[in-house]
């Protein structure tokens, strides 16, 4: 817990006293951040096979006589796929590597995904990983408007 | 021809391309021309005027992609999203789309000699029907011309095409004219509104934004993006060459994976055709099941019916489709 406090400290560096570290929990014995954070890996897969699969799904439901062809829009067709399911859509990618592609990467879901690239996920510093976080704040969305 | 700028490329320019011309080129490029709003707020101009100094700007950038040999061309033009805008900023952008589409039926001539093919592509039905029929005509006059291609996604956003094509394969089931298990990727590539266009080697995106805005999400999936930061009124000739830099710098990574996409395409094809075969052999009786000479033709057999299939579903959405433009032409006639 010491550890972390005083890793904050040197990385936030110069910017630390910008920054009032408050803690979820006042409790001084558990002063670190309370976040739980949930890791999902996803593979090629995921992306353009998960909307064949859920159109097959569905096809075989027209089959059947369940389901008519006209039921099927946009938010139907995003109930049924499965390999971003209890996420919401990713705000944010940071993409490693040079290659200037999302390589597959769950299609449907990055529609307002906002792409910040960085060269390597190998020695990453912690300025590259914040400065793509501040690029990624000073994105301006209009959502079409 | 106002939709392509007339004129050639300055010496330096003609010096620069036929430099880049020596590496890998793009055959087909996108483009998100956004920063006219922006552009027009920075000139102390009103927005229309973002708007139309974007149009000429798009004419200016055809006429580069050509002379690059750049044959394919896919804009957007208009998102579904850019319908919650003010009723006068929406009307102003119709308005421009009307005169725009009027002056390309003007100069069918130009078209012609040129060999363009005029696409639109989006929710049709939800533009005023006088565009519509603008529209329905121009792709109509040019489907057959096919030196160059320009592809306008107007009232378009990616979901509701990837969407619309799950619905037309549905609809193939419906009419006995497919099996829930002839949808693959390969079928889904083939219902989208692009199905006649490879897909984009780049994509640009102008104006500094990094994302994709609902634009061809499927079809890019393997494309090199370039995310520039000049607003779309501005854009030269050298942010082009930049763009196609960047292509090339990326090409051989990309077309690796590309590869090992379809190979694993292919892989799944084949692994689902032999899960139906032995599905169907079980259903003969256990007897053949493991006659491998059986399980061979059988195989055959069933991906012959399935291209059949396939091809005759093809025809009908095609059909559909034309027979859709047909009637919105016999309404203004």
């Known amino acids: 817990m010491d550890e972390i406090l005083k890793q904050q400290q040197e990385l936030l560096g110069l910017d630390c006293s910008k920054y009032a570290v408050e803690f979820a929990n006042q409790d001084k014995t558990d002063q670190v951040l309370n976040c739980q954070s949930t890791l999902k890996v996803l593979s090629p897969e995921d992306g353009k096979a998960d909307i064949v699969r859920a159109a097959q799904n569905f096809c075989q439901l027209v089959a059947q006589q369940q389901r008519k062809c006209t039921d099927l829009d946009v938010n139907v067709l995003d109930s049924l796929l499965s390999s971003n399911k209890g996420f919401p859509d990713p705000d944010l990618i940071l993409k490693f590597g040079p290659v200037d592609s999302t390589l597959g990467f769950l299609p449907w879901h990055i529609r307002l995904t906002e792409i910040i690239s960085l060269p390597s996920h190998l020695n990453i510093s912690y300025e590259d990983f914040f400065s793509a976080l501040h690029h990624y704040a000073a994105c301006e969305q209009r959502c079409g408007k | ?333």
């Open chain 2, 1 to 333: 021809m106002s939709w392509i700028k007339e004129g050639e490329l300055t010496i330096i320019e003609r010096f620069c391309a036929n430099i880049i011309k020596a590496g890998p080129m793009p055959k087909h490029v996108a483009f998100i021309m956004d920063g006219n709003r922006r552009y027009a707020q920075k000139c102390h101009v009103k927005r229309q005027q973002g708007h139309s100094e974007g149009f000429d700007k798009l004419a200016q950038t055809l006429r580069w992609c050509l002379n690059l040999d750049i044959r394919e061309v896919t804009v957007y033009a208009f998102s579904i999203e850019n319908f919650k805008r003010s009723k006068e900023e929406v009307d102003g952008l119709m308005e421009l789309a009307r005169q725009k589409f009027s002056r390309l039926l003007e100069e069918q001539e130009n078209l012609k000699k040129h060999g363009v093919c005029i696409r639109v592509l989006g929710d049709l039905p939800l533009l005023p029907l006088d565009i519509q029929e603008l529209i329905a005509q121009a792709v109509l006059a040019t489907r057959n011309y096919n030196k160059c291609f320009l592809n306008v996604c107007f009232a378009y956003t990616s979901r509701h095409e990837i969407s619309n094509a799950v619905r037309e394969m549905a609809w193939g089931v419906e009419q006995g004219l497919l099996e829930p298990s002839d949808v693959s990727e390969s079928l889904l590539d083939k219902c989208l509104y692009t199905n006649n266009s490879p897909n984009p080697d780049l994509l640009i995106r102008t104006s500094g934004e990094v994302r994709l805005s609902d634009f061809l999400l499927w079809q890019t999936s393997h494309s090199c993006l370039v995310f520039q930061s000049v607003l779309w009124p501005e854009y030269s000739f050298w942010n082009l060459c930049e763009a196609v830099l960047r292509f090339q710098v990326n090409h051989s990574d990309l077309q690796k994976a590309r590869d090992l996409h379809m190979k694993e395409r292919k892989r799944q094809q084949l692994e689902s055709d032999q899960a139906y075969v032995t599905n169907k052999l079980q259903q003969e009786g256990s007897a053949c099941h493991g006659d491998s000479q059986r399980r061979w033709t059988l195989l055959q057999k069933c991906t012959a019916l399935r291209e059949e299939r396939i091809q005759g579903f093809l025809q009908a959405l095609e059909n559909k489709r034309m027979d859709f433009l047909e009637r919105l032409c016999t309404v203004s006639a």
